[in-house]
């Protein structure tokens, strides 16, 4: 991987016109939930909303992680939650009596960090985040520093603690200094952060910097395929093989349609069957069913 050689995209759904955007959607059943299990090498999975809500897991999901895992498929998980490092996220998993390894997972606080790596992003700069401790350090791990100044980029993502300050110095530094980077984590409207009801997401953090910058940033999370980058080089194997599963239409399945995988959407989250089949929606998955664990059941393990 040459450095310098990746850039985030910010595509955007209304304009997808592909086959995968514009057939229906099939309903998981037991016929084609076996071609799927034959057809797909690696399963890619979002966390909130498919395999937690909060800190509570969904239900059936150890049971099919551990019936894939057992079928030689190789598992990766694909969260734009910024909040946690990729080591905290592993953490989390354990916690949760899943056994899951820093290196089968990626975040967009990771994807932050990385994209100012291989775009050389100069040492002796400094990063503003708006965003949590899993930001942080994961920009310390690829030798950043968050802290003092000259600010050569801002870094946006969820973050619970927000105020009118932390606006107004980001907004400062993008329009201020310099070639200085606007970069954010996701723009999701709303997230689980418990297992009860959604939360405003990273998108309205976002949005705001926007608004007050009249700019546009990057954005390394899902839908963008800049995490696909790092997983292909890690895993060998090519995305017609794999499946991306998630809760969200415009980011989880436009990410698997855009790198060229499979898609199955689940109900367990952020999306809803009116919202799928609504005529206004352009984003249409190879497969959808209620939960992950529906795998489990259809194919009678």
């Known amino acids: 991987m040459e450095q310098g050689s990746m ?38 999975f979002d966390c909130d909303g498919v395999i937690w809500k909060g800190d509570k897991l969904i239900d059936g999901v150890p049971q099919t992680l551990d019936m894939l895992r ?5 598992l990766v998980f694909v969260t734009n939650n910024s909040t946690k490092s990729r080591i905290q996220y592993a953490n989390k998993f354990q916690s949760l009596g899943l056994s899951v390894n820093q290196d089968e ?15 050389q992003f100069p040492p002796h700069k400094k990063v503003y985040v708006i965003g949590g401790e899993g930001i942080v350090q994961e920009l310390q791990l690829a ?8 600010v050569g980029a801002v ?7 927000i105020n009118y300050y932390k606006l107004q110095y980001a907004t400062l530094c993008i329009r201020e200094n310099p070639g200085c980077l606007f970069i954010a984590t996701n723009r999701d409207s709303v997230g689980h952060m418990t297992d009860l009801q959604e939360w405003p997401g990273a998108g309205c953090m976002v949005a ?8 546009e940033p ?35 399945i436009l990410f698997g349609q855009n790198a060229g995988c499979k898609t199955l959407l689940v109900l367990s989250g952020v999306t809803t069957q009116s ?13 959808y069913t209620n939960k992950v664990s529906d795998i489990l059941s259809l194919l009678g393990e």
């Not at 696909?228 to 991306?244: A, E, H, I």
């Not at 919202?275 to 497969?287: F, G, M, Q, R």
Request: proline letters at 5%; one cysteine or more; aromatic letters at 6%.
């Open 7 to 44: 850039e985030a995209t910010n595509p955007n759904p209304s304009s997808m016109s592909g086959v995968a955007a514009a057939s229906a959607a099939e309903l998981l059943c037991c016929a084609n939930a076996r071609a799927l299990l034959d057809s797909v090498d690696a399963f890619l």
């Open 70 to 74: 057992s079928k030689g498929k190789k």
């Open 105 to 119: 997972i990626f975040s967009s606080s990771f994807a932050a960090a990385m994209y100012l790596k291989v775009n």
């Open 143 to 150: 030798g950043f520093t968050a802290l003092g100044g000259p």
């Open 155 to 161: 870094v946006v993502g969820l973050d619970p603690d």
């Open 208 to 215: 705001a910097i926007c608004g007050s910058t009249e700019q």
């Open 218 to 252: 990057i954005v390394v999370g899902k839908p963008s395929t800049f995490m696909m980058d790092f997983l292909l080089q890690k895993f060998n194997v090519s995305t017609s093989r794999m499946c991306m599963v998630g809760d969200r239409l415009d980011t989880d």
């Open 275 to 287: 919202t799928l089949d609504d005529p206004s929606n352009s984003i249409k998955p190879d497969y």
